[in-house]
């Protein structure tokens, strides 16, 4: 079990798209549960792989009050997507302090594995449904800032770059 270093935006890497994992084995059982320690250690309610610069398509969520109750999504895809959408205020461990409004499918159903194999689908609705798609827009190299205005990208990109600059 590791804490792991997360990417922060605007690392390039953060927009590397993630390869499906093709082996269920005791290398993808220690990335999660890395990723798990990670994401409860931040704290988040999600993390992909892709912000801690591991390029496959693995995800871990929990968005419950009690924080036990971990799911893990490997290989994740979005089956349907509702034509209601809702605006949420979005952060990201890879964005610290950034809190903007997006606006996303309101449900959605994904299909995924369990990190043994099994196929598995689960219908989102609320954070669940936020969580899952802001992780596979990490998978896919996509960070929610990019759903802001140019203006809006370019001042936290500079924020982002200052506060880099300074010691912690
Ligand atoms: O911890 C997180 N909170 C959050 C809040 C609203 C919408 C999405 C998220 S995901 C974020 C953790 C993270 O950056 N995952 O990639
Ligand atoms: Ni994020």
Redesign the pocket.
């Known amino acids: 079990m590791a804490v792991l270093n997360?990417l922060r935006y605007p690392d390039p890497r953060l927009h590397r798209v993630a390869r499906p994992v093709e082996s269920f084995d005791d290398r993808l059982r220690a990335l999660v549960s890395d990723l798990a320690e990670t994401?409860y250690q931040?704290?988040?309610?999600?993390?992909?792989a892709t912000?801690v610069d591991v390029h496959e398509r693995v995800?871990v969520?929990d968005v419950s009050d009690a924080r036990d109750q971990l799911q893990v999504f490997v290989n994740p895809q979005i089956i349907e997507s509702s034509d209601d959408r809702k605006v949420?205020?979005?952060?990201?461990?890879?964005?610290p302090g950034i809190?903007e409004e997006?606006e996303r499918p309101d449900r959605v159903k994904v299909r995924a594995c369990d990190a043994s194999g099994a196929t598995f689908e689960i219908d989102a609705d609320g954070?669940l449904a936020?969580?899952l798609q802001?992780?596979i827009?990490?998978l896919d190299g996509r960070v929610?800032v990019q759903y802001l205005s140019r203006l809006k990208q370019g001042r936290i990109r500079a924020k982002m770059l200052k506060v880099e600059r300074e010691p912690a």
Do not use: N, R
Request: charge should be negative.
């Open positions: 997360i994401m931040a704290p988040g309610v999600g993390l992909a912000q995800i969520i949420y205020e979005e952060g990201c461990l890879s964005v809190y997006v954070l936020v969580c802001h992780e827009d990490h929610f």
